[in-house]
């Protein structure tokens, strides 16, 4: 199956990584560009509607704590104006793998729990709040039952 990143632009500038991410088509986020929203929603449209699927974070970067951030609008407009299923993955253990603020790779035990998917079909971006925060309570209580199992 294939898949594309979105991605921040500073991951393309990493010699070897960004390469890989630019020879793969992965989609290059420029935070505070002009236009570089509707890039990324033009980019992954074009990837959806060829049937690809399009991987981000929905909260846009990782917190200091390991909690869960506030997930922003774009993933979820995205998804309905394609009309494009939303599946969650809920991620549990990887804080220590890239702590924020630093460059070094650590080591971790982490757990991905693929939950089902959320239809967007039939909604609008009026029902884009209703369909983030929805989102976001499965993915919350996915990680809580993996911190509660020991995963």
């Known amino acids: 199956m294939e898949m594309k990143w979105i991605s921040k632009s500073t991951f393309f500038k990493i010699p070897l990584v960004g390469w890989l991410m630019w020879l793969a088509r992965d989609i290059k ?11 990324v929603y033009r980019e992954s449209r074009e990837r959806l509607d060829a049937r690809v699927s399009v991987m981000l974070f929905p909260e846009g970067t990782r917190s200091a704590t390991g909690e869960l951030g506030e997930f922003k609008d774009g993933a979820f407009r995205i998804a309905i104006n394609a009309g494009a299923p939303i599946l ?24 991905v729990r693929v939950l089902d998917p959320v239809p967007t079909e039939g909604l ?28």
Do not use: N, Q, Y
């Not at 986020?29 to 890039?39: F, I, P, S």
């Open 29 to 39: 986020l420029v935070r505070g560009a002009e236009g570089g929203g509707a890039h």
């Open 88 to 111: 969650p993955l809920a991620v549990h253990g990887t804080r220590s793998a890239l702590v924020k603020h630093d460059w070094r790779f650590g080591r971790s035990i982490a757990t």
């Open 124 to 151: 609008t971006k009026d029902d884009v709040d209703d369909l983030r925060d929805r989102v976001r309570a499965l993915i919350d209580d996915a990680r809580r039952d993996l911190a509660s199992a020991g995963a």
